[in-house]
Structure formats: C-alpha cells, structure tokens
T-cell receptor, first 109, second 114 residues
Framework: RKEVEQDPGPFNVPEGATVAFNCTYSNSASQSFFWYRQDCRKEPKLLMSVYSSGNEDGRFTAQLNRASQYISLLIRDSKLSDSATYLCVVKYNNNDMRFGAGTRLTVKP | ETGVTQSPTHLIKTRGQQVTLRCSSQSGHNTVSWYQQALGQGPQFIFQYYREEENGRGNFPPRFSGLQFPNYSSELNVNALELDDSALYLC?????????????FGEGSRLTVL
C-alpha cells in the first residue's frame, strides 16, 4: 500500500464547477499536511497547508481528519487556470515529505 | 521563478554509467532536498541536506548519493545507472527544515537511461 494515496483522476469539469479531491495516508506519525500544484512540465508549487480545523484560501478549502487519516481539497467556481495536477503531501518528523501520485484536473470552457 | 536552478536540464546515459546532477538553492536557503519523479507519479523523496550534512533519506539504494557545499548548492550522484532510473530529478530548497512545508523546486533534470 502506498503511503499517500489520491483519487486517480483525471477529473474533467466545466468552468464554474465545484470539485473535490481526496487523499489518505497510512503513517499516523505524519506531522503536517499540504497540497501542492504541478502544472504540465513544470515544478510543484505549494498551494496551501492543511490544518486540523480546516482552512480556506479564496476558492480553495482544505480539510484534515487525523482519526481517519484523510485529507481533502475542495475547489469552488473552477477556472480554466485551475487545470493542473494536485499533489497531496504529508511531512514526517524527520522532515521528509511524501507526495501522492497526484490527481489531474482539467477545467473546460 | 523560484530562484532554484538545476543542471543539466536534459541528459541521456546508458546502463551502468554514472551521472552527477547539480542544484543551486534559492538565496538564503540552507536546506536542499532531492526528489525523483517518474512519469505519471508524484515526487519520491531521495534525501535531504541541511548545513552540508545528510538529514534524512528515503527508500533509495546507496548508489544514490549526494553532497552539499558550503554555499548550500548540492549534487546528486547516481552510480551504476539502471533503466528504471529514467525520471525527472527535482531539487527543492527551503529555509531551515521546511517547517512551513514550503519547498521551492527547480525545474528539474530529466534523465533518460538507455
């Protein structure tokens, strides 16, 4: 079983749609959690951190359930520019960060 | 741009050869992490260097080795190349031990092993 598992995707949605990505992690020692975004043929970039209380950044909402070892990302009012691969990331105490395989999103006009 | 530069951007090697990849971290960053990203997969942690010492390693064999220099730039060396080593190698820099979770990635070195 992979340490970080994500919805396989791809997700193809129309502009304005709401889309949700799920992620589970297997190691309960995971310390911190993040979503990164990777555009095609580009490097990953931090999208947002994920806090236990849930957190929002504009159209993006992240949730964490430590008991279920589950992380989610919700994107509201999708834009064409949201098309990318979304990577779920967990960080351990020794500072190594484990990435999921990513979920590809395509937003269509 | 992140300010993290990697070289070379592309290279082709044959099985059994050795390769050295280079990374210059963002100004002021003292930590460098290396990742391997195979096609269609997420980045896989190879190791991290903090102030010139290895500070954590993923599940990669000893033929993957690295160095960090006093100016915090870094090298990734891979010996006895195998076909499965073909991938994008990403370097990421951070200030300290990335407690905020923000890694600044370079654009990567794409290695093809024939």
């Amino acid at each position: 079983r992979k340490e970080v598992e994500q919805d396989p995707g791809p997700f193809n949605v129309p502009e304005g749609a709401t889309v949700a990505f799920n992620c589970t992690y297997s190691n309960s020692a995971s310390q911190s959690f993040f979503w990164y975004r990777q555009d095609c043929r580009k490097e990953p970039k931090l999208l947002m951190s994920v806090y236990s209380s849930g957190n929002e950044d504009g159209r993006f909402t992240a949730q964490l359930n430590r008991a279920s070892q589950y992380i989610s990302l919700l994107i509201r009012d999708s834009k064409l520019s949201d098309s990318a691969t979304y990577l779920c990331v967990v960080k351990y105490n020794n500072n190594d960060m484990r990435f999921g395989a990513g979920t590809r999103l395509t937003v269509k006009p | 741009e992140t300010g993290v530069t990697q070289s070379p951007t592309h290279l082709i090697k044959t099985r059994g050869q050795q390769v050295t990849l280079r990374c210059s971290s963002q100004s002021g960053h003292n930590t460098v992490s290396w990742y391997q990203q195979a096609l269609g997969q997420g980045p896989q942690f190879i190791f991290q260097y903090y102030r010139e010492e290895e500070n954590g390693r993923g599940n990669f064999p000893p033929r993957f080795s690295g160095l960090q220099f006093p100016n915090y730039s870094s090298e990734l060396n891979v010996n006895a190349l195998e076909l499965d080593d073909s991938a994008l190698y990403l370097c990421a820099s951070s200030l300290g031990l990335a407690t905020t979770g923000e890694l600044f990635f370079g654009e990567g070195s794409r290695l093809t092993v024939l």
